[in-house]
């Protein structure tokens, strides 16, 4: 069975960091694109960041070029989110998806996602 559990949510000034965690069941994160999104109240789903599989390239939105880095553990099958410099804007509920930067936005695996909320 697949699943995905994310943590390492929670409140931070503007200006600081987190790291969220994406622990993966059921399959082998190196051998999929494994992405990011993020909900924000009221929105609809915006896509992050994607990993792509194996050694592939990660790519990033625009709005957060520069200040966050996604990457893979193989060891621990876990993907991970290293958000610095963190703006209010980037307040939303954070998912990880098994999937590529359409299909995370569809109907691909995610996880419950994990609240991050950066405040003034």
């Known amino acids: 069975e697949v699943q995905l559990v994310e943590s390492g949510g929670g409140l931070v000034q503007s200006g600081g960091s987190l790291r969220l965690s994406c622990a993966a069941s059921?399959?082998?994160?190196?051998?999929?694109?494994m992405s990011w999104v993020r909900q924000a109240a009221g929105k609809g789903l915006e896509w992050v960041t994607t990993?792509?599989?194996?050694?592939?390239?990660?790519y990033y939105s625009d709005s957060v070029q520069g200040r966050f880095t996604a990457s893979k553990d193989v060891a621990k099958n876990t993907m991970y989110l290293q958000m610095n410099s963190l703006k209010i804007e980037d307040t939303a509920v954070y998912y990880c998806?098994?999937?590529?930067?359409?299909?995370?936005?569809?109907?691909?695996?995610r996880g419950q996602g994990t609240q991050v909320t950066v405040s003034s």
């Open positions: 998806a098994r999937g590529d930067e359409i299909c995370s936005l569809g109907d691909c695996y």
């Open positions: 059921g399959f082998t994160v190196r051998n999929y694109d």
């Open positions: 990993v792509r599989k194996g050694l592939g390239p990660t």
